[in-house]
Every structure is written in structure tokens, then in C-alpha cells.
T-cell receptor, first 115, second 113 residues
Framework: AQKVTQAQTEISVVEKEDVTLDCVYE???????LFWYKQPPSGELVFLIR??????QNEISGRYSWNFQKSTSSFNFTITASQVVDSAVYFCALSGTLNNNDMRFGAGTRLTVKP | DTAVSQTPKYLVTQMGNDKSIKCEQN?????MYWYKQDSKKFLKIMFSYNNKELIINETVPNRFSPKSPDKAHLNLHINSLELGDSAVYFC????????????FGPGTRLLVL
């Protein structure tokens, strides 16, 4: 069974603060993929990053960074110097190799960045 | 230029009606999906098609029937609409390889009155 838990339902920060969104996953697959998607107020789902289970290197893309730790089954997402435009619902997702591309999403974390 | 497109964007209809949502992707992907997002933003997969063949069919009422005329299109037909069908429906596509990244359409907001 696959499961993704995003324990933070809502987070509110003030602009320029750093914020970390947590994601914990469960899977029996030895090879799997983790994703983050952003859903801004306009409603579309925007792909942010994909990580495979063999690559535990952290990744940084501008103000975004991701920390993948297999030992704790976590794939956390940090936004540095948050901006109002970062306000959105962020989804963590998991896809295993044995399940026909089935992707399981977490419940999402609603981030509000106040000016 | 749109990678994954859906029509219509909004759909308001009465209970008991039958409606369809269309999805098209121009990414050359082999696999397409339908997801339902409820009012609490929870995203759940409904169907997945690979090269016009159904490969995932989650527990979805049989009033929902996907149709894939070719691998670039996956339409969703819903019979006898119920109030609980009100949601946002997303279409997505991905290549059938190890990358697995799914790209989503803009969503169709369905409201059943």
C-alpha cells in the first residue's frame, strides 16, 4: 500500500519568512518516485519536482529546496524568503514502479503568505 | 501550445443529466488519467489509460465511463449526475516510462444542482 501524509493542513507566514512543508510517505516498492505539485488560487496543478528513490541528493531551484531522506521516509519542501505569489496549496505525491503509474497524493498543505 | 487541455472549464447541470468532459494532450504521452478533486482539495485518481487500454479503475461508480478514441484523447462521460459528483475533475498525461511525471490539464469545475 502507498500512502502520503502531509500533516500540516494550513500554514501562514509573513512575506520573506522561510517555510518548510512536510511530507512523509509509506511504500513497499524499492523503486519509487516522489513529486511536489503547486495549486495556486487559479486552480491549475503545476509540477515542481520529481525525485527517484535512488537519488537522495537535495535539490535547490532558486528559492525552492527539497530535502529527501529515505531513513525517515520524508521529502520536505522549503521555500526561502517567501513571497505572496507562493500562496497556494502544495501537494506531495508518490508513484511506485509496481502499480502501473498510479500516483497517490497527500491531502495538501495550504500556504498563505501575507504581505 | 497547450499541453493538456480540457473542455469545458465550467459545467453546471441538473441532477439526473448526462454530461461529458473532454481531454486532449499534445505531448505524445502514452498514458492519460482522470482525477477528482473534492471540496477539501483531496485529489483521487479515478481512471488511467495506457495506449487506449484501461489500466487503473479505482472504486468509481459505473455511472462514470472513460472513453479513449486514441492515445491523445481521454473523455469522461457521466450518467445520471448526482449532487455528490460536484467537484473539479482533472485530466493528466504522462509518458509510459520510468519518468512518471504527470502533467495536468486546467481542470473542469462541475456543479450539480
Amino acid at each position: 500500500a502507498q500512502k502520503v501524509t502531509q500533516a500540516q493542513t494550513e500554514i501562514s507566514v509573513v512575506e520573506k519568512e522561510d517555510v518548510t512543508l512536510d511530507c512523509v510517505y509509506e511504500t513497499r516498492d524499492t523503486t519509487y518516485y516522489l513529486f511536489w505539485y503547486k495549486q495556486p488560487p487559479s486552480g491549475e496543478l503545476v509540477f515542481l519536482i520529481r525525485r527517484n528513490s535512488f537519488d537522495e541528493q537535495n535539490e535547490i531551484s532558486g528559492r525552492y529546496s527539497w530535502n529527501f531522506q529515505k531513513s525517515t521516509s520524508s521529502f520536505n519542501f522549503t521555500i526561502t524568503a517567501s513571497q505572496v505569489v507562493d500562496s497556494a496549496v502544495y501537494f506531495c505525491a508518490l508513484s511506485g514502479t509496481l502499480n502501473n503509474n498510479d500516483m497517490r497524493f497527500g491531502a495538501g498543505t495550504r500556504l498563505t503568505v501575507k504581505p | 501550445d497547450t499541453a493538456v487541455s480540457q473542455t469545458p472549464k465550467y459545467l453546471v447541470t441538473q441532477m439526473g443529466n448526462d454530461k461529458s468532459i473532454k481531454c486532449e494532450q499534445n505531448l505524445g504521452h502514452d498514458t492519460m488519467y482522470w482525477y477528482k478533486q473534492d471540496s477539501k482539495k483531496f485529489l483521487k485518481i479515478m481512471f488511467s489509460y495506457n495506449n487506449k487500454e484501461l489500466i487503473i479503475n479505482e472504486t468509481v461508480p459505473n455511472r462514470f465511463s472513460p472513453k479513449s478514441p486514441d492515445k491523445a484523447h481521454l473523455n469522461l462521460h457521466i450518467n445520471s449526475l448526482e449532487l455528490g459528483d460536484s467537484a473539479v475533475y482533472f485530466c493528466a498525461s504522462s509518458p509510459w516510462d520510468s519518468l512518471k511525471t504527470q502533467y495536468f490539464g486546467p481542470g473542469t469545475r462541475l456543479l450539480v444542482l
